[in-house]
Every structure is written in C-alpha cells, then in structure tokens.
C-alpha cells in the first residue's frame, strides 16, 4: 500500500525566512509521481508539481524548489524567501502510474505560517 | 484557463436526507474522480471513474455513495441517506489521460450534516 508522511504539522516563520516542508513516501511501484498541492485558507486545492519517479533531477520555479531524492524515498519543497501569501496547508501526495484509477494518496499535509 | 468547478459551494442537509454534489470536470478530461476532506484532515480518496464506470473505489465509498455522469459535461456524488460524519469537504477532481497526467482539483463542497 501507497503511505505518505509529512512529519511537521505546523510550521511557523517570519518573511523573508527560507523554509522547507519534509515529505516521505512508501510504495512498491517502481514507477509513480509525486505531487505537492497547496491549500490556501479558502480552501481549494492548487496544483503545484508533479515529479515522475524517473527523474531525479531537482526543480526550480520562482521561490520554490523540490528535492526529489529516491534513496530516500522524500520528495521536499523548500520556499525560498516566504511571503505572508504563502501562509496555507501543503500537501504531498503519490500516485501510481498505469491502470485507470491512479487515485492520489495524500499526506496529513502541513501548515505554514508565514508572519510579518 | 479551463477549471473544475462544483456546485453548491456549500450544503446544509439533516441527517437522513440525500444530498447530490456537483462537478463540471476540464471538457476534455476523461478521468475523474472524488476525495473528501473532513475539517483539518488529510484529503482521502473515494471513488475513480473512467468510461462511464467506476474503476477503483476506497472502504469509505460504501453503499450510500454513488456516482454518475448524467450528461456529457456533469459528473455527480449522491449520498442516500446523510450520516453527521459523512460532514467534510468534498472535492471533485479530472485528468486528460491515464496515469501520467495531473489531477486538477475543484473548489470543493463544503457539506455540513446537521
């Protein structure tokens, strides 16, 4: 079965801070994607990276940045100078490629609270 | 951009009644699907569905839970009969192709059992 933990509940910083948000995975799939989706306070679900588990190479985008890293089974997402407007519940999630389901298995998410 | 969206934003419904949530998945998406989040836990999945058929279902999706595509733009979640923990967010969410696409998310239905 497809688990994924994110160990930090909450996360509390000032702007301007740098903050990385931990997630690890279990599956038996040698093939899969992860995902991080952000949910702010209004409470959508904001699509933010999908990494296939062939590709290791670490991603830049703006402020954020994903260290994907399968010997370890993590896939973490670091925020580079936080703004108030990050402030939101980040959730990792894993799927497995093929068949017609791929459903998404979610972590417990964490909330980051980004003050002035 | 095109998007999911649900309709209502929120439901208020007694216990015992049914309620009929609402997804207009992406127009060319063939794969969508329903996940629940109950007030500050993690989003859980339901149910897949794909060439008018359920593909994969979780334990949560038991007899009350149905699904259907209606027409050719709605997709539905039909609970029978309410229970006060069947309260939480549910969202709808589609993909285009299989299993290397991205699942984009609705807003969400905030449904409330009272």
């Known amino acids: 079965a497809q688990k994924v933990t994110q160990a930090q509940t909450e996360i509390s910083v000032v702007e301007k801070e740098d903050v990385t948000l931990d997630c690890v995975y279990e599956?038996?799939?040698?093939?899969?994607?992860l995902f991080w989706y952000k949910q702010p306070p209004s409470g959508e679900l904001v699509f933010l990276i999908r990494r296939n588990s062939f590709d290791e190479q670490n991603e830049i985008s703006g402020r954020y940045s994903w260290n994907f890293q399968k010997s370890t089974s993590s896939f973490n997402f670091t925020i580079t100078a936080s703004q108030v407007v990050d402030s939101a519940v980040y959730f990792c999630a894993l799927s497995e490629v093929g068949g017609t389901a791929s459903k998404l298995t979610f972590g417990t998410g964490t909330r980051l609270q980004v003050t002035l | 951009e095109p998007e999911v969206t649900q309709t209502p934003s929120h439901q208020v419904t007694q216990m015992g009644q049914e309620v009929i949530l609402r997804c207009v998945p992406i127009?060319?998406?063939?794969?969508f699907y329903w996940y629940r989040q109950i007030l500050g836990q993690k989003v859980e999945f339901l149910v897949s569905?794909?060439?008018?058929?359920?593909?994969?279902k979780s334990e949560i999706f038991d007899d009350q839970f149905s699904v259907e595509r209606p027409d050719g733009s709605n997709f539905t979640l039909k609970i029978r009969s309410t229970k006060l923990e069947d309260s939480a967010m549910y969202f709808c969410?589609?993909?285009?192709?299989?299993?290397?696409?991205?699942?984009?998310f609705g807003p969400g239905t905030r449904l409330t059992v009272l």
């Open positions: 569905f794909y060439n008018n058929e359920i593909s994969e």
């Open positions: 127009s060319n998406h063939l794969y």
């Open positions: 969410a589609s993909r285009h192709r299989g299993g290397t696409d991205t699942q984009y």
């Open positions: 599956t038996r799939d040698t093939t899969y994607y």
